[in-house]
Nanobody, 126 residues
Framework: EVQLVESGGGLVQAGGSLKLACAAS?????????IAWFRQAPGKEREAVSC????????YYLDSVKGRFAISSDNARKTGYLQMDSLTPEDTATYYC??????????????????YGQGTQVTVSS
């Protein structure tokens, strides 16, 4: 089992920044190879925003956030981060941290044995 706790969401004006954090724990966490951030806006499907493989640092970004968001991880602290800059109202959503097992590919939308956190709300006002 894996536990994920997000923090850092909130209300920000368009053009502003937020940094989300995801603290991971649980006896099985070391078996998971990818940390990801998903988001879901009302009436829309959940989508992977960014993913990172801590073992080699490889990353994935949704096209609409490239150049604005940056994902990182602190392996020693088992914590993942998502720095979000130049936010727009279209970024408004509930953001979920996720742990993905081996075999997952964010680029191909393949998510294996996924654990999600409880989510944190990000609201961007115009």
């Amino acid at each position: 089992e894996v536990q994920l706790v997000e923090s850092g969401g909130g209300l920000v004006q368009a053009g502003g920044s937020l940094k989300l954090a995801c603290a991971a724990s649980g006896p099985e966490f070391d078996q998971y190879t990818t940390i990801a951030w998903f988001r879901q806006a009302p009436g829309k499907e959940r989508e992977a925003v960014s993913c990172i493989s801590p073992s080699d640092g490889s990353t994935y970004y949704l096209d609409s956030v490239k150049g604005r968001f940056a994902i990182s991880s602190d392996n020693a602290r088992k914590t993942g981060y998502l720095q979000m800059d130049s936010l727009t109202p279209e970024d408004t959503a509930t953001y979920y941290c996720a742990a993905l097992a081996w075999g997952s590919s964010c680029r191909r939308k393949i998510y294996v044995n996924t654990y999600y956190g409880q989510g944190t709300q990000v609201t961007v006002s115009s």
